[in-house]
């Protein structure tokens, strides 16, 4: 076989293609050009990197990290007239019963953060979550819902919070894409959650899967594997370099060679990157299978300077969304991510990622403290948990509560925009000053209003 | 401690208020004891008993006797009547009631069941069992002696506001009596009620002291051992919750006579809370005007309008704001701006802060309105905001400009080229030489049909235009080919969906199918073609079936409003929040669409820039309010119960009466702040209020709407489709800011052009082939796109338009010309959306697959305009080339590069299957001749004659391949389609050539 600087070489090609080469290389390509390239925060950021493990349907906060006791003693009771008022999805708070936690809560690291005792190993992490108890907004459909944790707007077609970041931020890599999500199923509202929005679609999350073509057309379609595609490359590649030559100050021509080239380097590193063969077994074995091997994927991506990962978790089938059988459906679905969250961690911590890597966990809303049917649980974004970790916050600590059943935030609340202020801030960049004009208006991830972050509380 | 004085200072300031208040209402109280009522409930002492958290604390009191009311649910304490004070009870509309026991006391067939109410809750439920109710003792199924009392719409749907009282006797027909049809009883003020009936039947009823409606119900018993309850009906369940305020409730034992029911309502009147009215003539100017500015001017001035309300100018002084009117003229007892300055209302007082007015200011404004609220219209102050406005380039009238004039005549074609030579002689530029005939020809064929030319195309231009030498005829002749071609609808049909947003499913979790949205996007294509007159076009759109109702051709051209995101799910529906997504969604989009502005940020606060108030907002979503999507099949609205699984066909439709819409406070649906009245932004040119005093004039609403669109007037219209033609054809606008030609979007960089283009299509009967053709011969379209280095360094973003601007083909195009190159395009047109195959991979995000692929394997390549939109799911191919986002109106579609285009048109199944099947059209066309191939190549991929380089290196690249790939299994080669193949390797060859200029940047780069 022909190398390809002997091809090149044969075929009269070589001036204008090995120029390519160079032009390729990172630095060749101006930063105005290429938009994914590494930008400067706005201020100091405690973490370049994001995991967020987004628990599909909605857990329940107190059949998870929000133990309460008051539920015990009123099982059965009707909740206070106070809280009728509340909308949800399926069914009317007068007409449900408050519902004990069958799970059993212990209280977990030196700092004695409380957890259903089903978490068996990422309570041993516990000194490490940063725990949000106070999280809320009022969108109790989880299409809308899923939408609005991502892109702070409850309607379709805004870009997601990866998205802005990516915007934001740029990336470290240039062979992989700055923006990737793994999911176990198909998510309600389906692709566009990841979506670039009103954003260029360089922004855009990639959905990825394991194999050797974790991304869409990464192989050539089998009918084409008879091709050279270097070979056939370089031919457009001469030609294309021949075009921008007669037409001088297109920086487009430019842009678009280069892309060329990396595509063709994200074919052998995305397979590469997914691929989690190339860890040692002890490594695998922490991890597990399932949302672990996600979890090693996500920790593998990071790694190799993907700016955001994002997992789904309980999508597909009923997930988290337990309105029937909640007891025994939250221990299997804690028992199936337990070990994930815990590798991750615990694996981040050990390669000195943990501090750069923000690990979120969470899910679109809560549940009601109280029954649907015999002993499920609705939709209920007015009061949830969510977890923090790594990324400059300060573990082993609660943030705010809710009321004593457990259905409203009441202290140090949480609404969603706040909490994507305050990720983006943890990010180093300003929520009010990351804007990208749309429509006639600077748009911004976190609405028109001012939002209050709580940065401070947690690093 | 500190905490413990609080409370004790704070209750004394309530107890001081409290008794005030008590004493300026005693007179009311003392008319109706002096009535001895049996039951009388005032709920002044709920307030102190709300916060109890015992459950046999709350308790409302009976101030009579002992039918103490019990509470369930949250009942809060609110300001009572106006006249009476005290507090009132006000009810949350989910949760409360009050329910007074029965023991006997209240058995009563001849009765006087008295309240006052103040809601702004709709009325719009059936009149039985109504939206809410106030006061009741029902019992199940009719005449079965109970009565009630409630509010309830006659017509459903429609927010009447009216108030229905029953009387139900046994064995007899119910009665109902109707408050007035005119008089709106939700509309945040107090109103008294008072019901009678008699033994025998006779019934009356009383709203604010007068006479509304008398009957008889037969006579009989009405009375049952059924508690009496307030806020909902104990029949009826949860859904006919009251929200509002209830006060002063009474029963009696006997029949109070219009006299009395006169004196109560006189007696609660609001004189005794107010300060003197001044005793002389006042004038405004002198007097009043003083006073507004220097009190009120800060939030209701000539610039502001906290609440909708300004203070300065008469037309909107009197008309009021969000909450209703405040002046009365010849009444100041009953003028809100009274009672608020007067601070009678303890729930507000203006000014909220700052000093508020003395008695004897407050006097001469009462004067000034008994005296008539004479107000001259000299008096009125300006907005200076509207003053501005008008002045912004684009609220200006449009007027057609003089030509400039220039130093190289000779370049300019007409007058179009005078006016961008005019700024490039400015700026020192020279313009460039005209683009070479084969760029000519690829750029107008792309620009108008979408499409690259055919060999023989190219081949026969060049050979004219050679004839001709310098002669326009053999250019002119391609432009009147492409402009008569029925691919020109294709092409401009989908510059327009991707304003209109356009999509073939409605999007979220359900995503279904819209059945009517490719009868809309065939009905575009059509008109396009047809060069339709646009502001007949435009009328179509928004109200077709309002003016042209019998027309079957335009039944779906309404699509416009129907095919826009629509969301479902399951569980409990919420109707108002659905409609309000949607109205919002029409508002923004037709805003967007054709005045190029921005409304949206006036949904939740007054606009920051242009004169868009939120008034002016919603008075723009009250124009769509009466339309509502209908299901064609099933002949009714779509509602939850449908089955959102199959596919909708939907056309629109006015409603029997127009639904009340409320402006929102921050766009939050559960603030309503007042009517919002139908109305076109009041800033602009024959902006303002609709007429809306003939009958059924909710029906015109979206005609008037259109008609003042497209009026002489109106500014907008005409230069913004202006600027979107000259944008679809040079790929970048004369406004730089395309969705905003509002005070925060950029001017124009060519104002005068702009301005001629305008003028230019609205005095040719709004025909765009008009302007495509005027547009087409000017020198600045016909130049080349090769920039000088004075070009690049004068003009670097080429604003001046010193070089033709090249550009990237958009999404459809691109996937256009890879079938047209390859010879596989399916010029087919119109019909239902088609379904291509796509990656597996692409589809597992949805739950809902559904991705129903169409089986006809010959549809799958026809062009890109008629390749399913779905809401969801985008076709990856078109997603990755930046193809328009639905959710929103696109008005310019996004040109970034990334590597996953170069992984589509390299390795991806419908750029590898188009590759094979060019090497396929290539061998057969040509046979073997590997030089007559190549130039036959060129011609088919670029539009152009292969260069003898070009030639050189393509031959040898293929002699190279073909050669390397000699001894390779046919299995292992890559074939093209649709030839007999007898040499593999060299057709293998010829795949990865076809692939290679496929994948070139010009091959979607046009010159």
């Known amino acids: ?459 | 401690m500190i905490d413990q004085m609080r409370t004790i200072l704070l209750s004394c300031v309530i107890s001081f208020c409290f008794l005030g208040a008590v004493a300026v209402g005693q007179r009311y109280v003392d008319e109706v004891r002096s009535d001895a009522p049996v039951l009388y409930l005032r709920f002044d002492k709920l307030s102190e008993l709300e916060s109890g958290a015992e459950e046999k604390n709350k308790t409302v009191f009976d101030s009579i006797g002992k039918h103490h009311g019990a509470v369930v649910g949250k009942l809060t304490g609110s300001a009572g009547v106006l006249g009476i004070g005290g507090r009132s009870a006000k009810f949350d509309g989910r949760t409360s009631v009050v329910t007074i026991a029965d023991d006997g006391t209240f058995r009563l067939d001849s009765l006087t069941v008295e309240f006052w109410i103040r809601t702004k809750q709709k009325f719009d439920d059936s009149f039985w069992p109504g939206s809410a109710t106030f006061i009741t003792k029902a019992t199940p199924g009719a005449g079965t002696s109970d009565w009630t009392i409630n509010a309830a719409s006659l017509s459903p749907g429609t927010d009447q506001g009216r108030l229905m009282a029953e009387s139900g006797p046994a064995g007899h027909n119910d009665l109902f009596l109707w408050s007035p049809e005119n008089q709106k009883l939700n509309d945040d003020r107090w109103h008294h009620v008072v019901w009678t009936r008699s033994e025998k039947g006779a019934s009356q009823l009383f709203i604010d002291g007068e006479l509304a409606s008398q009957g008889n119900d037969g006579g009989g018993k009405i009375s049952n051992d059924r508690a009496i309850q307030l806020g909902a009906d104990p029949i009826h369940g949860g859904g006919q919750h009251f929200a509002g305020q209830l006060d002063e409730v009474a029963v009696y034992k006997t029949i109070l006579s219009a006299e009395r029911v006169r004196a109560h309502f006189s007696t609660a009147s609001y004189e005794g809370l107010l300060p003197p009215i001044a005793k002389r003539q006042v004038d405004f100017v002198a007097d009043i005007q003083p006073i507004f500015k220097r009190h009120c001017f800060e939030c209701h001035g000539p610039d502001s309008e906290e609440g909708g309300l300004s203070l300065a100018r008469r037309g909107e002084a009197l008309t009021g704001g969000d909450g209703g009117v405040v002046i009365q003229p010849a009444n100041s007892l009953s003028s809100r701006l009274v009672h608020l300055v007067a601070g009678v209302d303890d729930d507000k007082q203006m000014p909220p802060e700052e000093e508020k007015l003395t008695n004897s200011e407050i006097g001469l404004i009462r004067a000034w309105i008994d005296q008539g609220a004479r107000w001259p219209q000299t008096a009125d102050i300006a907005d200076p905001r509207i003053a501005k406005a008008l002045q912004h380039w684009s609220y200006r009238p449009i007027k057609a400009p003089s030509i400039p004039g220039v130093a190289r005549t000779k370049w300019v074609a007409n007058p179009i080229d005078a006016f961008v030579l005019a700024k490039l002689e400015k700026a020192g530029i020279e313009p460039p030489g005209i683009a070479d005939r084969a760029t000519l020809l690829r750029r107008a064929s792309f620009d108008v049909i979408g499409l690259p030319p055919s060999p023989d195309e190219v081949e026969s231009f060049l050979a004219e235009s050679f004839l001709a030498g310098s002669g326009d005829k053999p250019y002119r002749n391609v432009v009147d080919r492409l402009l008569e071609s029925p691919h020109y609808g294709e092409r401009w049909a989908r510059h327009w969906l991707d304003v209109v947003r356009y999509g073939d499913s409605a999007g979220y979790e359900l995503d279904s199918y819209f059945d009517h949205a490719w009868r809309y996007r065939d009905y575009v294509i059509r008109s396009f073609n047809e060069d339709k007159s646009f502001d007949r076009f435009v009328h179509e759109q928004l109200a077709a079936d309002e003016l042209w109702p019998d027309d079957e051709s335009l039944q779906y051209a309404t699509g416009l409003l129907s095919v826009g995101p629509f969301r479902y799910e399951g569980g409990i529906a919420r109707p108002d929040v659905v409609q309000y997504e949607r109205l919002t969604d029409l508002t923004d989009t037709v805003s967007t669409t054709f005045l190029g502005l921005t409304v949206g940020c006036a949904r939740c606060h007054t606009h920051k820039y242009d004169p868009i108030s939120q008034r002016d907002y919603f008075g723009l979503q009250a124009v769509f309010a009466p339309s509502q999507l209908w299901d064609v099949n099933l002949k009714k609205a779509p509602d939850n119960s449908n089955d959102r699984k199959k596919p909708q066909l939907w056309t629109i439709q006015n409603r029997n009466s127009a639904p009340t819409l409320h402006v929102l406070r921050r766009g939050e649906l559960t603030a309503p702040a007042g009517i919002a009245t139908p109305s076109f932004i009041r800033g602009l040119p024959g902006g303002g209020p609709l007429d809306e005093s003939e009958t059924d004039s909710f029906k015109q609403r979206r005609t008037k709407f259109a008609r003042w669109l497209t009026s002489k007037n109106n500014p907008l219209t005409a230069r913004v489709l202006a600027n979107r033609v000259w944008q679809w054809h040079f790929g970048q606008s004369l406004v730089p800011t395309p969705d905003d030609f509002g005070l925060n979007g950029e001017p124009p960089t060519h104002p005068e052009l702009l301005d001629y283009l305008a003028t230019e299509l609205t005095e040719n009967e709004w025909k765009l082939k008009h302007l495509h053709l005027l547009i087409m011969q000017s020198n600045t379209y016909k130049m080349s796109s090769r920039a000088s280095e004075k070009s690049l360094s004068l003009d670097p973003n080429n604003r001046l338009y010193s070089r033709f601007p090249r550009r990237r083909l958009e999404a459809e195009s691109i996937w256009d010309n890879l079938h047209a190159v390859a010879g596989t395009l399916n010029r087919e047109q119109f019909g239902t959306a088609v379904v291509p195959p796509i990656e597996k991979s692409a589809l597992d995000s949805l739950i809902n697959t559904n991705w129903n692929v169409t089986k006809d394997e010959k549809q799958w390549t026809r062009r890109g305009v008629y390749v399913i939109v779905r809401r969801s799911l985008r076709m990856p191919f078109f997603d990755t080339f930046n193809a328009a986002e639905p959710a929103t109106s696109c008005v310019r579609r996004d040109t970034t590069v990334v590597s996953p285009q170069a992984l589509t048109l390299l390795n991806g199944a419908t750029a590898g299957k188009q590759a094979r099947q060019f090497a396929g059209r290539l061998l057969r066309e040509n046979g073997s001749d590997i030089d007559s191939l190549v130039q036959r190549a060129w011609l088919m991929a670029f539009g152009r004659k292969v260069t003898s380089e070009e030639l050189q290196q393509s031959v040898q690249f293929l002699k190279l391949r073909r050669a390397e790939l000699k001894d390779r299994k046919s299995n292992e080669l890559a074939a093209p389609l649709g030839h007999e193949n007898s040499q593999p390797a060299l057709g293998a060859a010829v795949v990865e050539f076809c692939l290679a200029l496929m994948n070139t940047n010009e091959f979607i780069y046009i010159d």
């Open chain 1, 1 to 459: 076989m022909l190398t390809r600087r002997q091809l090149l070489a044969q075929t009269g090609l070589g001036a204008g293609a090995l120029a390519l080469t160079d032009l390729m290389s990172r630095e060749g390509l101006a930063a105005e050009q290429n938009p994914l390239a590494s930008k400067s925060q706005h201020f100091p950021a405690k973490a370049k990197n994001i995991i967020w493990l987004f628990m599909h349907g909605g857990p329940s906060q107190v059949d998870t990290f929000d133990p309460k006791p008051a539920l015990a003693e009123y099982d059965g009771k009707s909740p206070p007239a106070e809280l009728h008022e509340l909308h949800l999805q399926f069914t009317d708070v007068s007409k449900q019963k408050l519902m004990a936690s069958r799970h059993k809560f212990q209280q977990f690291g030196e700092a004695g953060i409380p957890m259903n005792e089903g978490f068996k190993r990422l309570s041993k992490c516990a000194d490490d979550l940063a725990v949000v108890r106070g999280m809320h907004h009022e969108v109790f459909n989880h299409t809308p819902g899923i939408f609005l944790s991502n892109t702070g707007d409850m309607r379709m077609g805004r870009p997601s919070l990866g998205s802005w970041l990516t915007y934001g931020l740029g990336c470290e890599t240039d062979n992989l894409p700055a923006y990737v999500v793994m999911n176990d199923g198909p998510l309600k509202p389906g692709a566009g959650v990841w979506g670039n929005g009103f954003l260029p679609v360089v922004y855009q999350g990639t959905n990825i899967n394991s194999g050797a073509t974790p991304i869409s057309n990464l192989r050539p379609q089998e009918k084409l594997s008879g091709i050279d595609q270097r070979k056939t490359l370089d031919f457009a590649q001469w030609l294309n370099e021949r075009h921008k030559s007669t037409r001088p100050g297109d920086s487009n021509l430019d842009a678009r060679i280069a892309s060329y080239e990396l595509a063709f380097r994200m074919q052998s590193a995305a397979p590469e990157a997914v691929d989690i063969n190339r860890e040692s077994k002890t490594t695998r074995e922490l991890y597990g299978g399932g949302f672990g091997e996600h979890c090693l994927v996500a920790r593998r991506l990071v790694e190799r300077g993907v700016r955001m990962v994002q997992i789904y978790h309980g999508c597909g089938g009923g997930g988290w969304d337990t309105h029937g059988d909640n007891h025994n459906r939250h221990t299997k679905l804690i028992q199936s991510i337990d070990q994930g969250c815990a590798a991750l961690l615990t694996d981040l911590k050990a390669r000195g990622l943990l501090d750069e890597t923000l690990v979120i966990w969470g899910g679109e809303f809560g549940r009601t403290p109280s029954t649907e049917g015999k002993d499920g649980r609705d939709h209920s974004p007015y009061g949830f948990s969510i977890w923090m970790a790594g990324g400059g916050v300060k573990g082993g600590q609660i943030i705010g509560a809710t009321d004593d059943f457990g259905f409203r935030a009441v202290d140090d609340k949480v609404h969603l925009h706040d909490f994507h202020a305050t990720v983006l801030k943890l990010l180093g960049l300003d929520p009010e000053q990351l804007t990208y004009r749309f429509g006639g208006l600077d748009q911004r991830l976190i609405g028109v209003e001012k939002r209050r972050d709580i940065y401070d509380r947690l690093t």
